[in-house]
């Protein structure tokens, strides 16, 4: 009876053997037609090496084996995009593979010029997807239609006259970090200190909520979530096999913890924004007065959420789900971003104390002593040397280090067609060290930024904020708020940096983030 079994058996074990191995072959299918095998040719054009993924395996392990000893994954990821830049510095773009996919990779203004300056090719690059579960198609991720009315529709919430209403809470809580910089250590970390600042200016001029994390404390855990998350997105960049949702969400516990995170996040803002419309349904008299966007900036006391509230309880044309992916987007955006760019300009002034003592004659010509006034638009306009500053701690230590474009419309480099579906990479920080447009690029020179020096550079050399139709939407924001705090430090204080900037270890996590605490001793002047 067995023996007559026996084929049955071997026949159903051979079945299911060959069932699993077709199932395997199945994903491994589906897997490889969702990468971008089009862009191949490219890279078949581009790459030097005949074995393009070999030497990936090889760069990768042995910056493995570098960053072992100076730093986590994150700094891994900075060195590998820095030395393939490396290696081709004159022709300022080469192509790179991040796992088995493609990537073109541009840092020379004139390649950046054929990206940036291109309204066709306004999409962002694939990779941004990763950020779909947390922003959803807030502005940052949108395209096509939905982001061209949104851009419109959100425009006038950064313009100057509002601006103006922001520049009271900025004021405000610049207030609070210099009582409170003056009471820290001299050896305590400074980047805490901005961000609570950050955080706290955001919240007010976005959610129209007082967060008091400067002042209580109060909102680090939101802020200590948004970290995780920033932290969770680069890990999951770079390492290509999670990129399937499917296996990312349920079979490893960075993605379980990343989507925990995230619904935390969203519960936070879906109830800042419920309440605003409570609020606002509940004084018809206030939604009633305003009628149009820009009444909604200027009247309101809590204008960039009343804007989108206006639209969603007057016309439906917004609902809260979108409001939220915009809220979502602006406070990510909008902090981190000012965060990283004060703590590099702080850290930098307090190196180089020739640059500090022209900074503090020009802020006490501007102000005639007074040091406690608010910082108005007319003084800012004045504030000239403050401007280069930032501008070249800008170009060293760009916030945003990279950002990326997906081809829809084939453009040449060098000759070679850049095929429709190649995702490219604008390599903001190799961009900013370009010897021939910045002798000496890794000096500290705000010199750079005067007006007669700036006058031939080719406006694509130096794209802190990027450029063209896709910059930032809040480039006059953050430069306000920048000015307004660096103001009200150095009108009261002398600064003075502990670490030299090759002490500092620096990390790509989305923003351009310091690994080392940014130690700066702060005494009156
Ligand atoms: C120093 C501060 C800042 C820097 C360096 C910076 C830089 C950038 C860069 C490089 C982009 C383009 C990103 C890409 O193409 O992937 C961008 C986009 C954006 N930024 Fe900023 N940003 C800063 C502050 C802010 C602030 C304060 C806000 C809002 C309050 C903001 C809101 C946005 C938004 C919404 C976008 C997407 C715009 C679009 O695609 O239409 N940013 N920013």
New binding site residues.
Partial sequence: MIWMCLPLLRFLAFSLFGFIVAFILLLVVVYLRQLPFRRSALARSCVRDPFPLLRYIGVHLSLLEISKHCGSYDTHLTNFLLFEASSRPAEGWVMLFIGVVPELLLYRADHVEKVFGNSKNIR?GPS?RLLDPWLGE???TSYGSK?KSR?KFLTPAFHFKVLDTFADAMNRQAKIFADQIGRKKPDEDMLPYVEAFTLDV?CET?MGIDMKCQLEGSGRDYLNKVKRISHQLVKRFADPLSWIDFIYFNFTGDGREFKKIVEEVHDFTTQVINERKRELSATPEILESISNAEEAMTKSKKPFLDLMLVEHLKTQNLSIEDIREEVD??MF??HD??S??LTWTLHFIGLHQDVQAKLHEEIDRVFQGNSTCDVTAEHIKELKYLEMVIKES?RLC???PF??RLVTEEFRIDDKPVPIGTEVIVF?RKLHEDPKVFPKPHEFDPQRFSAENSRNRNPYAF????AGP??????K??LL??KILLVWVLRKFQIKSLDYRDQILVKIDIVLRPQSPIRIAVKNR
């Fill in positions: 962002k941004y807030g502005l940052l982001w851009r955001v976005i987007t602006f955006e909008g971003t000012t990283m760019g800008q760009p916030s945003v950002a990326a903001i794209v802190p904020f990027s896709r910059n930032c939407i809040g480039q924001f953050a708020e920048e």
